[in-house]
């Protein structure tokens, strides 16, 4: 297949092989100016994100996404710098020896090179994957969605603009085209893309991964349980279940599905109290339908097979009872995307067993999965949360996107 943008890839390809020269405290240096930037240029970003913003439908549950505010902002800044604070992988060995011939050998991690990253209606990736791209000196293709073409545009061309500024190849991020067969030709630019990072709904990622040619990361949907155990304790299930819910109701870490020991039914209003006034829709099976007598009508749906195992992405909540926990590890197994799983329990034993078990990225105790998240892992920023098990799982951020080799040293060694 011959590649349009051809020459847009090996161009990028090109500018990679410069930023190994680059000195650590001017990548920092750089990065800090490029968050004090940003909110220099709030106005700018804000008035081409009205221009996304306006086209999108306020009901849609990417709109929460798409959306940044002077707080948002100044949030992605922070990240940036927090990016600019950490240590770098890069240059690190994580194995030295010596062999008996007299060949020094050691294993040291290095960039991955072309990082091509697709999302959807998230502007602040553009910032993200920049800053942890740049810390570790790889170069960045981004493919963001036409529902933030202005967006993004408007955030590549501050970046470019503190590069320029300071001599650096601008080419070592770049932005294509929103329509969909730049996506096409980006997963098939074997010869200039090292590897494809998906960030969006599961459509989005199941494209990739059935079309890609270049090798994939997958930072799959988010379909997440809470299992409120029987020697759960209502206050902190109140707490958890309201904000791993409501928080940011269109984000991956996002709780979706409410698993809740049958001899707990009766502290069901309790848990879903707070969920009224956020005006959560809710959609119980049978026993946790008749139990939930204190919510509001309006709000309050029977649950049909279709509602578990969905990543709702909106003010939505399922709710499933089940006998035991062994019921709930069969629940998630069966319904799980990998992502994100909460127990709440006061019983350690339970808790040893479910966090043993149950096969996901980031799995809680009595804590809301709100926290999966790059930043709040220390990681500074994230590219994405991997639900795969190869090379990555979890918050991918500095070190998981580098690779590593093997550098040899001799004193004229041959081989018998």
Same mark, same amino acid.
């Given at each position: 297949?011959?590649?349009?943008?051809?020459q847009?890839?090996?161009?990028?390809?090109?500018?990679?092989?410069?930023l190994?020269?680059?000195?650590?405290?001017?990548?920092?240096?750089?990065?800090?100016?490029?968050?004090?930037?940003?909110?220099?240029?709030?106005?700018?970003?804000?008035?081409?994100?009205?221009?996304?913003?306006?086209?999108?439908?306020?009901?849609?549950?990417?709109?929460?996404?798409?959306?940044?505010?002077?707080?948002?902002?100044?949030?992605?800044?922070?990240?940036?710098?927090?990016?600019?604070?950490?240590?770098?992988p890069?240059?690190?060995?994580?194995?030295?020896?010596?062999?008996? /011939?007299?060949l020094?050998?050691?294993?040291?991690?290095? @960039?991955? !090179?072309?990082? #091509?990253? =697709?999302?959807?209606? $998230?502007? %602040?990736?553009?910032?993200?994957?920049?800053?942890?791209?740049?810390?570790?000196?790889?170069?960045?293709?981004?493919?963001?969605?036409?529902?933030?073409?202005?967006s993004?545009?408007?955030i590549?061309?501050i970046?470019?603009?503190?590069?320029e500024?300071h001599?650096?190849?601008p080419?070592?991020?770049t932005?294509?085209?929103?329509?969909?067969?730049a996506?096409?030709?980006?997963? /098939?630019?074997?010869?200039?893309?090292?590897?494809?990072? @998906?960030? !969006?709904?599961? #459509?989005? =990622?199941?494209?990739? $991964?059935? %079309?890609?040619?270049?090798?994939?990361?997958?930072?799959?949907?988010?379909i997440?349980?809470?299992?409120?155990?029987?020697?759960?304790?209502?206050?902190?299930?109140?707490?958890?279940?309201?904000?791993?819910?409501?928080?940011?109701?269109?984000?991956?870490?996002?709780l979706?599905?409410?698993?809740?020991?049958?001899?707990?039914?009766?502290?069901?209003?309790?848990?879903?109290?707070?969920?009224?006034?956020?005006?959560?829709?809710?959609?119980?099976?049978?026993?946790?339908?008749?139990?939930?007598?204190?919510y509001?009508?309006?709000?309050?749906?029977?649950?049909?097979?279709?509602?578990?195992?969905?990543?709702?992405?909106?003010?939505k909540?399922?709710?499933?009872?089940?006998?035991?926990?062994?019921?709930?590890?069969?629940?998630?197994?069966?319904?799980?995307?990998?992502h994100?799983?909460?127990?709440?329990?006061?019983?350690?034993?339970?808790?040893?067993?479910?966090?043993?078990?149950?096969?996901a990225?980031?799995?809680?105790?009595?804590?809301?999965?709100?926290?999966?998240?790059g930043?709040?892992?220390?990681l500074?920023?994230?590219?994405?949360?991997?639900?795969?098990?190869?090379?990555?799982?979890?918050?991918?951020?500095?070190?998981?996107?580098?690779?590593?080799?093997?550098?040899?040293?001799?004193?004229?060694?041959?081989r018998?």
């Amino acid at each position: 297949m011959k590649l349009k943008l051809k020459q847009t890839f090996l161009s990028v390809r090109n500018a990679s092989r410069t930023l190994i020269d680059l000195k650590n405290n001017t990548i920092d240096a750089i990065l800090v100016e490029i968050a004090e930037k940003a909110i220099e240029e709030t106005e700018f970003i804000l008035k081409e994100n009205k221009k996304d913003l306006d086209r999108m439908d306020k009901n849609d549950p990417k709109y929460d996404r798409l959306l940044l505010n002077k707080d948002r902002i100044l949030g992605i800044a922070q990240d940036i710098k927090n990016v600019a604070n950490l240590t770098s992988p890069v240059g690190k060995v994580i194995q030295d020896k010596q062999l008996e /011939n007299g060949l020094d050998i050691s294993k040291v991690r290095v @960039p991955i !090179g072309v990082i #091509g990253v =697709i999302y959807e209606a $998230r502007p %602040n990736v553009s910032f993200d994957v920049f800053s942890l791209c740049f810390k570790t000196k790889n170069a960045s293709i981004l493919k963001g969605g036409s529902d933030a073409k202005f967006s993004n545009t408007a955030i590549v061309k501050i970046i470019k603009n503190v590069l320029e500024k300071h001599n650096i190849n601008p080419n070592i991020v770049t932005l294509l085209p929103t329509d969909r067969s730049a996506t096409t030709e980006m997963l /098939n630019a074997v010869e200039y893309v090292d590897i494809i990072i @998906p960030r !969006g709904s599961q #459509g989005l =990622i199941n494209y990739v $991964r059935e %079309n890609a040619k270049v090798p994939v990361i997958e930072t799959g949907a988010g379909i997440v349980h809470a299992y409120f155990d029987k020697d759960g304790d209502v206050k902190k299930g109140t707490a958890i279940i309201t904000n791993a819910k409501t928080r940011r109701v269109s984000v991956c870490n996002a709780l979706d599905c409410l698993l809740i020991h049958e001899s707990k039914l009766a502290d069901l209003n309790k848990l879903t109290s707070d969920l009224i006034a956020k005006q959560t829709v809710i959609y119980a099976d049978e026993a946790a339908y008749q139990q939930l007598t204190h919510y509001p009508k309006e709000l309050l749906n029977k649950a049909d097979e279709s509602h578990f195992g969905t990543e709702f992405l909106a003010n939505k909540l399922a709710i499933k009872t089940v006998t035991n926990l062994e019921n709930a590890l069969d629940h998630i197994a069966n319904y799980s995307s990998k992502h994100s799983e909460v127990i709440i329990s006061e019983n350690a034993d339970t808790i040893e067993k479910y966090l043993n078990r149950v096969d996901a990225a980031a799995v809680y105790a009595n804590a809301s999965t709100a926290f999966t998240d790059g930043a709040q892992f220390g990681l500074g920023a994230e590219i994405g949360i991997s639900t795969q098990k190869l090379h990555a799982r979890g918050p991918m951020a500095l070190e998981e996107i580098t690779t590593y080799k093997w550098i040899v040293k001799g004193t004229g060694q041959t081989r018998a």
